[in-house]
């Protein structure tokens, strides 16, 4: 089976990374220093910490890494890409290497795409403003949606993350 035979295959496992919120205590190692579940392991489709990734259960296991930036989860290109195309995603420098958005940022309601740039582009699924022109996408779960990686999986996900939302606006 090749990659992209692969991708297909597996397609259920996104719907959950994109529905998982990241960073909270690891009941399994809470007496350890270091032990927010900042791991997705997409063969068990569940969040883990880095302690989890050492024992038998996950040792073998095809896993990644969530990483903050700006307040927001994002995943290493590097070791996205072998498991989902991320062609036309934005893609950002972070510490040196190339990141992308697990799912799309907020945006202010009054913004509007930079009036330097004369590529201004937009997401088109959320239309959040684009860097650069041959990207369409702003983040992971832009391009699951629109692609429909696995539409029932996604529904589920899409229900928690506009519930998300909608109590992120009214908090503020």
Same mark, same amino acid.
């Given at each position: 089976?090749?990659?992209?035979?692969?991708?297909?295959?597996?397609?259920?496992?996104?719907?959950?990374? !994109?529905?998982?919120?990241?960073?909270?205590?690891?009941?399994?190692?809470?007496?350890?220093?270091?032990?927010?579940?900042?791991?997705?392991?997409?063969?068990?489709?569940?969040?883990?910490?880095?302690?989890?990734?050492?024992?038998?259960?996950?040792? $073998?296991?095809?896993?990644?890494?969530?990483?903050?930036? $700006? /307040?927001?989860? $994002?995943?290493?290109?590097?070791?996205?890409?072998? /498991?989902?195309?991320?062609?036309?995603?934005?893609? /950002?420098?972070?510490?040196?290497?190339?990141?992308?958005?697990?799912?799309?940022? *907020?945006?202010?309601?009054?913004?509007? *795409?930079?009036?330097?740039?004369?590529?201004?582009?937009?997401?088109?699924?959320?239309?959040? /403003?684009?860097?650069?022109? *041959?990207?369409?996408?702003?983040?992971?779960?832009?391009?699951? !949606?629109?692609?429909?990686?696995?539409?029932?999986?996604?529904?589920?996900?899409?229900?928690?993350?506009?519930?998300?939302?909608?109590?992120?606006?009214?908090?503020?």
């Amino acid at each position: 089976m090749n990659l992209s035979e692969k991708r297909n295959v597996d397609g259920d496992w996104i719907a959950t990374l !994109l529905s998982l919120e990241f960073f909270g205590t690891c009941v399994d190692h809470k007496h350890l220093r270091k032990n927010e579940k900042n791991v997705f392991c997409i063969d068990c489709n569940v969040e883990i910490c880095r302690h989890c990734c050492n024992t038998e259960a996950h040792f $073998v296991h095809r896993r990644l890494q969530i990483c903050k930036y $700006v /307040y927001q989860d $994002v995943l290493r290109l590097l070791d996205i890409q072998h /498991y989902f195309d991320c062609s036309e995603i934005q893609t /950002y420098k972070i510490n040196g290497e190339k990141a992308i958005h697990l799912n799309s940022r *907020p945006q202010a309601k009054d913004a509007r *795409p930079s009036t330097k740039s004369k590529n201004a582009a937009s997401c088109v699924t959320c239309k959040r /403003y684009i860097q650069d022109r *041959p990207n369409r996408f702003c983040s992971i779960s832009c391009k699951a !949606l629109r692609k429909s990686v696995s539409f029932v999986s996604l529904q589920k996900w899409n229900k928690v993350f506009w519930r998300k939302n909608i109590i992120i606006k009214k908090e503020v």
